[in-house]
């Protein structure tokens, strides 16, 4: 949990340090990522945030696919060292601080756990929010389905003949 935590922080500095649409969509897809394990963690169930990666992940390569249709020739500048210090300071950290005495049977009753809460996903009060999600789901692929005419064509042509 704290490895997850601290690695949204470089990669929050470094998500306001780029300027291309490439890295700000790795970057976006890293935190999604690292959002979706500590969710985990937090509600201990994957079920929420493999909606939330879903969602995000197509979302965030809808908009890379539009931003490099507009921004097409512009160069990336990459700095090495601070990627590098950047992604490795909270695995040292991390490393550093980590507790290996966890036993087996913690680990398993951490499993079983996981086991008997996946049935409270279904029950009355989260029912409204898992009907919300899916009703979501739905619409957005009719709305995608009605926005991708094949007679309109794309929003920007690419190579328009006059």
Request: charged fraction near 10%.
């Amino acid at each position: 949990m704290k490895f997850f935590i601290l690695s949204l922080l470089p990669l929050n500095m470094m998500f306001m340090k780029s300027k291309h649409p490439l890295s700000m969509s790795i970057l976006l897809m890293l935190q999604t990522i690292f959002t979706a394990m500590i969710m985990k963690n937090m509600q201990e169930s994957f079920w929420y945030s493999y909606i939330l990666i879903i969602l995000m992940m197509s979302s965030v390569m809808t908009m890379f696919i539009y931003m490099t249709s507009l921004i097409s020739n512009m160069k990336t500048n990459l700095n090495l060292s601070f990627l590098m210090i950047s992604l490795l300071s909270p695995i040292l950290y991390t490393n550093f601080f980590y507790n290996t005495c966890e036993s087996y049977n913690f680990m398993e009753s951490i499993n079983m756990k996981i086991y008997y809460n996946m049935n409270k996903m279904y029950m009355l009060n989260k029912s409204l929010t898992f009907l919300f999600i899916l009703m979501f789901l739905l619409l957005m692929m009719i709305f995608i389905n009605k926005l991708m005419n094949l007679k309109m064509g794309p929003i920007r042509k690419i190579n328009d003949k006059l």
